[in-house]
């Protein structure tokens, strides 16, 4: 049955977040009050009854997720799904030094750390926070074991396009994974600025001239991000491409949000209010909704297949979705 359709669930656990990236988080947000989370019981039964149709990957993001109290707990309970072969999370790594023991202990395994700016000012002046908070945290993560980390360093025309170079010599120097990610429209067309957009096609290309060849690689991840190695250094770098190559051929991944929310694809607004179902129905009443839900996610690819990778205005910019 559904085995085919859905693999890799991004699980947003809140809105809330310790940096203000100007790209990711509006000035006028709306943090939703805490009682419309979901409870950790409710994200393991929902992470439970997808697994029994195919889910085998699990990414937890935010917001900020290590902000969501006891973060590590959920970890355990989702690492002792049967059928969960990977959990992972997306963190802008400043609150690694505090739970990052606790998290490596409950079964996380990988760590993607977000970071756009290698240089203090421009990193203050994109996130209002401290660079080194954020270099603790990947020191803190690499003395843990965790492996791989990955960056994700989004390009922003004008702003850290410049950095390209030096973030590979980084991923040298720690030995980490770096990934480079296209600005996305997320939410609000209106406001986007897409002259600001690097697309990776040129910058894979002024990789290839300074560091020499890439080599093509196939690493654990969403299937979004395609990975090389830099054979001259021996350093993993991904693009995610979702301008200018997007990648959503039999997309089999879904997002839900810290209300719950289940989204189908980054892209628009069609989702489904997986909370509804669970506390007015339960977990069977879930299982039941199972077959409309893969029917909603074979729609969603179809309706991304005719019109195109096109962003709809949604007004949920990606702090409140979970990158
Ligand atoms: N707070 C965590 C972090 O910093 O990684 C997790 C949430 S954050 C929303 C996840 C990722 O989404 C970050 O790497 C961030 O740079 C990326 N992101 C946010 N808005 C984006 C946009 N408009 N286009 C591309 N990436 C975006």
Partial sequence: MGSEQINYLRISVTDRCNLRCSYCRPDNIHFLPYDHFLRYEEIRDIVEVFAEYGLKKVRITGGEPLLRRDIHVLVGMISEIEGIKDISMTTNGILIPKYGKLLKERGLKR????????????????????????????????????????????????????????????????DLHIRFIELMPVGFLEFFDHSKVVHLSEIKRRIEEKFGKLKPVSLISSGASRDYLIESLSVHVGFISPMSLPFCEGCKKLRLTSDGRLKFCLRGSDEINIKDILRKRGKEGLRNEMENILEMKRASNIKVAEKGFIFEETGKSMISIGG
């Fill in 111 to 174: 760590l993607n750390i977000s970071l756009d700016s290698l240089r203090e000012e421009r990193f203050r002046k994109l996130t209002g926070g401290h660079l080194k908070d954020v270099l603790r945290g990947i020191d803190e993560a690499k003395r843990l074991g965790f492996d791989p980390i990955k960056i994700n360093v989004v390009l922003i025309k004008d702003f850290n396009e410049d950095e390209v170079e030096d973030f590979i010599l980084f991923g040298k120097k720690w």
